[in-house]
């Protein structure tokens, strides 16, 4: 028989007794460190490690004694050590210090050991979850997706594979993938009930699949033996407020703070309780406690705002956006302007929000308002805009021949020469007139650069006639300064595919625009709707990878990913997305 098909030699009674010894130091070991008696471990593991002085497994325990103990670098030492002969590595030295890697803030190093562990150690489950979850964090979403999902249907029974697999659900949130929710942490509660943050954990997977009644019926439950346990009275006052149940909702939350003590997202949930049920002073109240305790949270100072436009102050509502960079609470403040008659603040807050967040709704009310205030420069500005971003979107009474001259003889504002040239020249651009619009644009820009929104329409007219150097230098010269670098980058990206530039263009442009603004997801997205128009769709799912860990937070990369390249994807074995309208490319 040939030897390499031989049976391995069955382990000595000697061998197993050295085993079974080894085993139960290292089971009485666990356990004291899990009673948090420390002292106690590490005098056993000095006694452990002197009758089996290469056991790495105990080694890497006396490491976690000394992690308890704060004792970082003796730790550090006892699993580097495990590494090294005379020991031989165990699947919990490379546990060990991916741990060690991953709490000093490095994914990427924490990612390396779990890998060179799973290169020894292929079908250890531990290593197969840990490097999924760092994959996962450094937004390697195809990989996270398929280690995890792997290392949960191995072993299913496992606590922190259910843990493991339930957060992926939750942080992809896919409608395909949520019902999986419910089961999952079902079964999780079956296996140990007393633990609170599982039972939370249920009822929100409920909450999530439209089952929120089931949720707080969940909750009660477990409030009627524990009814001042802080945790299910905050999470029974939330959903409450979901439920649109406020008064319930605040006096849960009060008697959550009566039990643990006051937080700032209780505040939080206590002012948006206040703000639904039509309550704004107390609601301010509220969100002002909130704010003293995080300052910063942006959160809560946009709900500030939002409560200050339900009390009709917004200007106080003005003072609290300030600082914030959404485009939402603006849009708010613009219609309660409105709404008080002050169309002048409207157009203020209505610009910020288009500047911050171009939408068609925002652009169409602000052509209302410029045109009744008769500003012309800003009116032709934004209708320019609204021709670059949204051009279906333009309604057509904003184009009429009449609104077009109104400005020649309908003023309220003076206009410098350059002004006057630009909106002749756009004028006429609406009219339909575009090569008489073309040489008046050429005039304003260079009597003035009043708006960058010139350089645009020079450049979407110069593609019109097919001269498509002349169009990039008009883009060319916005590039460093422009508000709008992604759509930018894709209109660059359209003239010089269509003017049969390589791909590799396309990327050396992507490479400017990342020299000059900070990455942005639509970059990616735009260079990626160009690979799988052109020859180029091999390169396609490489560029959404790159994507996903450049913004590992951006999950809708990932969605995009599964969509155009499911065999990627890690979803091996699973049904494409169902019921979800198809992912756009663009931008």
Same mark, same amino acid.
């Given at each position: ?173 896919? *409608? ?408 756009? *490319?663009?931008?």
């Amino acid at each position: 028989m040939n030897k390499d098909h031989m049976a391995s030699p069955a382990p000595m009674p000697s061998e197993l007794d050295a085993k079974s010894r080894e085993n139960s130091y290292i089971t009485r070991v666990e356990t004291l460190l899990g009673e948090e008696k420390t002292s106690a471990a590490l005098d056993l593991l000095e006694e452990g490690l002197r009758l089996f002085p290469v056991s790495s497994t105990l080694l890497v325990l006396q490491g976690k004694a000394f992690e308890s103990m704060r004792q970082w670098e003796k730790a550090e030492g006892c699993y580097w050590r495990s590494l090294k002969e005379p020991f031989s590595p165990v699947p919990e030295s490379f546990l060990s210090l991916a741990q060690v890697r991953h709490f000093s803030g490095e994914p990427e190093k924490a990612l390396w050991f779990l890998e060179e562990g799973l290169s020894l150690f292929p079908e250890n489950n531990d290593l197969l979850r840990e490097a999924g979850i760092q994959n996962g964090l450094l937004g390697q979403w195809w990989l996270a997706f398929g280690r995890i999902r792997k290392a949960f249907v191995d072993q299913p029974s496992k606590t922190q594979n259910m843990l493991a697999y339930g957060a992926l659900l939750e942080r992809l949130s896919f *409608p395909d993938i949520l019902p999986e929710l419910i089961p999952l942490y079902e079964k999780l509660v079956e296996q140990d009930p007393a633990v609170t943050e599982h039972q939370i954990l249920y009822a929100r997977a409920l909450e999530r699949n439209n089952q929120i009644r089931k949720a707080i019926k969940h909750v009660r439950t477990l409030l009627k033996t524990n009814p001042k346990n802080p945790v299910l009275l905050k999470e029974i006052g939330r959903l409450l407020l979901n439920l649109n149940e406020h008064t319930r909702s605040i006096d849960s939350l009060r008697l959550s703070m009566e039990s643990a003590g006051e937080s700032a997202e209780t505040h939080y949930f206590i002012a948006m309780a206040y703000k639904a049920s039509g309550k704004p002073l107390a609601g301010i109240e509220a969100i002002k406690r909130a704010l003293s305790i995080e300052p910063d949270n942006p959160e809560y100072q946009t709900l500030l705002g939002l409560l200050y436009i339900d009390l009709g102050e917004p200007d106080k509502a003005f003072t609290a956006f300030q600082s914030l960079e959404e485009a939402f609470p603006f849009r708010s403040l613009g219609d309660l302007y409105l709404r008080k008659k002050s169309s002048n603040k409207a157009i203020t807050a209505y610009m910020t929000a288009f500047e911050k967040d171009p939408d068609p709704r925002t652009g169409l009310l602000l052509l209302k308002l410029l045109s009744s205030r008769k500003d012309w420069f800003l009116f032709f500005e934004t209708l320019a805009w609204m021709e670059i971003l949204f051009p279906e979107k333009i309604e057509k009474k904003f184009l009429t021949d009449k609104l077009l001259s109104r400005w020649q003889e309908d003023q309220d504002f003076p206009l410098t020469p350059a002004e006057s040239l630009a909106i002749r020249a756009l004028s006429l651009y609406f009219a339909g007139n575009r090569e008489a619009a073309f040489p008046l644009l050429e005039q304003a820009v260079l009597a003035d650069p009043l708006s960058e929104v010139l350089y645009w329409m020079l450049g979407l007219l110069e593609e019109e006639r097919g001269n498509k150097e002349a169009a990039l230098t008009w883009y060319g010269r916005i590039l460093h300064s422009t508000r709008e670098p992604v759509t930018l980058f894709h209109t660059m990206a359209r003239v010089r595919t269509r003017g049969g530039d390589s791909f590799a263009t396309l990327e050396q442009m992507l490479e400017s625009f990342l020299a000059q603004y900070p990455s942005r997801p639509g970059f990616y997205r735009v260079l990626h709707e160009w690979a799988i128009r052109t020859e180029n769709r091999h390169r396609a799912p490489e560029i959404l990878m790159k994507a996903m860990t450049v913004h590992p937070n951006d999950v809708s990369l990932y969605e995009l990913f599964c969509h155009y390249h499911p065999d990627h994807s890690g979803r091996d074995g699973l049904p494409p997305f169902s019921g979800q309208k198809r992912v756009s *490319p663009a931008v």
